[in-house]
């Protein structure tokens, strides 16, 4: 008895002491929708291109979306979309219809996830395709979301000159 109440009480410990990382959730928005609300505050767009079956699109929304930093620096700069690049539902982009997959082929997706950024008004920025780490994904949220990209700096530039950049 008295080894199971010492078992008990270091389980117990353990977990109290055991780190937690807050998990957070996007506020994730239709395509038509997305694009007028990011007209409307005036904020770029993040489009999350993914499939259904797509494991690596599943292990973003576990590891990288769910994040708090990441969800709130989302919430905060971005406008977030997703778009599903096999549906076939009715979708407008610079006044033409689209289907999910019809937008991602213009946009040239050929593989998932990829994330897509766009400026307040629709205009495409930059796809990144693949996973990609927590922690980069940050520093790629900044470096957009802050303004950097529009100022002309390079990717490279940016990564070296950031704190953050010199840990990766």
Not at 47 to 67: F, H, K, L
Not at 99 to 124: C, K
Not at 143 to 166: C, L, P
Request: aromatic share 10%.
């Amino acid at each position: 008895m008295r080894r199971l109440l010492t078992l008990v009480l270091l389980i117990g410990c353990t977990l109290a002491a055991a780190p937690t990382m807050a998990r957070a959730e996007v506020a994730w928005r239709t395509w038509d929708a997305g694009l007028a609300a990011a007209q409307s505050a005036h904020r770029p767009v993040l489009v999350d291109v993914y499939t259904d079956w797509c494991g690596w699109c599943r292990r973003m929304d576990a590891d990288v979306y769910s994040r708090a930093d990441v969800a709130g620096y989302l919430a905060s700069h971005f406008v977030t979309v997703r778009l599903n690049a096999e549906s076939e539902a009715a979708i407008r982009y610079k006044n033409q219809r689209y289907s999910g997959r019809s937008l991602a082929a213009e946009f040239d997706v050929s593989g998932y996830p990829t994330t897509i950024f766009l400026t307040s008004t629709g205009e495409h920025l930059v796809n990144v395709p693949g996973y990609v780490a927590a922690d980069r994904f940050l520093l790629l949220l900044r470096f957009i979301g802050d303004g950097h990209m529009d100022r002309g700096e390079t990717w490279d530039a940016y990564v070296k000159s950031t704190k953050a950049g010199q840990k990766l």
